[in-house]
């Protein structure tokens, strides 16, 4: 019989990697439904963990998140190759959003999934209930978080590219290469967001919705 703690530990992992695969993945197919086969022809749209595993996002960011009791877990895939050229050619910029905001969607769906889910699931009477409970809340949680924080837009999250292809569309190029540049300092602000103080006004908003969505 596995403990709950040993069963929680499992449940957050199998959460994570779907949040964080799944949200590659679909940049992926996205791109390839625009006529971009980069991914596909690298295998990236597999279902197989080994090949999305970034071994600083997906392990050891996650493990020291969690053994420290930061109190949020955090972490990211290795991201799809995409040819964006390819893309805007045959989608134009609107290809270009739909593929930034392909992940998030993802995410976003996967989390409103989890918490219907959660709402028909029977109460904990084995192993597998409480699995399954935990599996769905954590599933909730990751999604939310992720869909959320790549909503932010500072390169090179999705939500920054999503927004310069727009002001591409809008002609607005200047800006859009203004936004570019701020790229070479976009993981230290990153770190400073996730590292520092500011997490709690980072992460509040997210906490806020999760609340909510399981008081539903």
Same mark, same amino acid.
């Given at each position: 019989? !596995?403990?709950?703690?040993?069963?929680?530990?499992?449940? $957050? $992992?199998?959460?994570?990697?779907?949040?964080?695969?799944?949200?590659?993945? @679909?940049?992926?197919?996205?791109?390839?439904?625009?006529?971009? &086969?980069?991914?596909? =022809?690298?295998?990236?749209?597999?279902?197989?963990?080994?090949?999305h595993i970034d071994?600083?996002?997906?392990? !050891?960011?996650?493990? !020291?998140?969690?053994?420290?009791?930061?109190?949020?877990?955090?972490?990211? +895939?290795?991201?799809v190759p995409i040819?964006?050229?390819?893309? /805007?050619?045959?989608?134009?910029?609107?290809?270009?959003? *739909?593929?930034?905001?392909?992940?998030?969607?993802?995410?976003?769906?996967? +989390?409103?999934?989890?918490?219907?889910?959660?709402?028909?699931?029977?109460?904990?009477?084995?192993?597998?209930?409480?699995?399954?409970?935990?599996?769905?809340?954590?599933?909730? /949680?990751?999604?939310?978080?992720?869909?959320?924080?790549?909503?932010?837009? /500072?390169?090179?999250?999705?939500?920054?590219?999503?927004?310069?292809?727009?002001?591409?569309? @809008?002609?607005?190029?200047?800006? *859009?290469? *203004?936004? &570019?540049?701020?790229?070479?300092?976009?993981?230290?602000?990153?770190?400073? @967001? /996730?590292?520092?103080?500011?997490?709690?006004?980072?992460?509040?908003? @997210?906490?806020?919705?999760?609340?909510? +969505?399981? =008081? !539903?």
């Amino acid at each position: 019989m !596995l403990s709950p703690e040993i069963i929680n530990i499992i449940a $957050i $992992i199998l959460a994570l990697m779907v949040a964080i695969i799944g949200h590659e993945i @679909m940049h992926g197919r996205v791109a390839y439904h625009f006529g971009d &086969d980069t991914a596909k =022809s690298q295998g990236r749209l597999s279902i197989n963990p080994l090949v999305h595993i970034d071994p600083i996002g997906t392990i !050891l960011v996650p493990a !020291l998140l969690y053994f420290s009791n930061a109190g949020f877990l955090f972490g990211w +895939a290795k991201p799809v190759p995409i040819n964006i050229r390819t893309v /805007i050619s045959n989608g134009g910029y609107n290809g270009a959003i *739909a593929v930034s905001l392909a992940g998030i969607a993802y995410n976003f769906t996967l +989390a409103i999934l989890a918490i219907i889910a959660f709402k028909f699931t029977p109460a904990i009477s084995s192993e597998m209930t409480y699995f399954l409970k935990a599996f769905l809340t954590y599933t909730l /949680i990751y999604n939310i978080v992720l869909g959320i924080f790549n909503l932010f837009p /500072i390169p090179p999250l999705d939500g920054s590219q999503a927004l310069g292809f727009m002001m591409r569309k @809008m002609d607005f190029h200047k800006a *859009a290469n *203004a936004l &570019d540049s701020v790229g070479r300092y976009g993981m230290i602000i990153l770190i400073i @967001m /996730i590292a520092s103080p500011l997490s709690q006004y980072v992460f509040s908003p @997210m906490k806020y919705i999760i609340d909510f +969505a399981f =008081s !539903l």
